[in-house]
């Protein structure tokens, strides 16, 4: 054993010798790859990070020389954007990975642990 302990210095070891001598006499198989699937849906296609539109946030700006000129302008600034990480259980229903966002993710009885750990360690600045 060394002094990180009895982990993968001792298991490797012994899973190797085991595999080697159960597969010594073994024929070599070959398997076809699978098809690749385009998923495009966040956590499954890679992506964690979600940006959302902030509608509700969209000011209106009406520059005040104009409002003394009696010629009033607006502007409207683009939405602003949020970014949001949460677990893949906020995006995935186990029971339907491929289907639509849940749209009660906590109904998930594991939910709240996943979240909870994904939220506490969320200090990403973006």
Do not use: C
């Not at 024929?27 to 539109?53: A, C, N, Q, R, T």
């Not at 906590?106 to 969320?122: G, I, P, R, T, Y």
């Amino acid at each position: 054993m060394t002094s990180q302990g009895a982990g993968i210095s001792a298991a490797g070891p012994i899973w190797h010798q085991f595999i080697a001598r159960t597969m010594e006499n073994q024929p070599i198989e070959e398997f076809l790859p699978p098809d690749p699937i385009e998923v495009s849906k966040i956590m499954l296609d890679g992506s964690y990070v979600m940006e959302k539109d902030n509608p509700a946030e969209t000011p209106i700006i009406i520059g005040s020389e104009e409002i003394l000129n009696n010629t009033v302008k607006s502007e409207i600034i683009p939405p602003a954007v949020s970014k949001e990480i949460h677990s893949i259980l906020y995006y995935v229903d186990k029971n339907n990975p491929r289907g639509e966002i849940p749209s009660n993710p906590s109904a998930d009885l594991q939910f709240k642990n996943w979240e909870w750990a994904v939220q506490a360690n969320n200090f990403i600045n973006f």
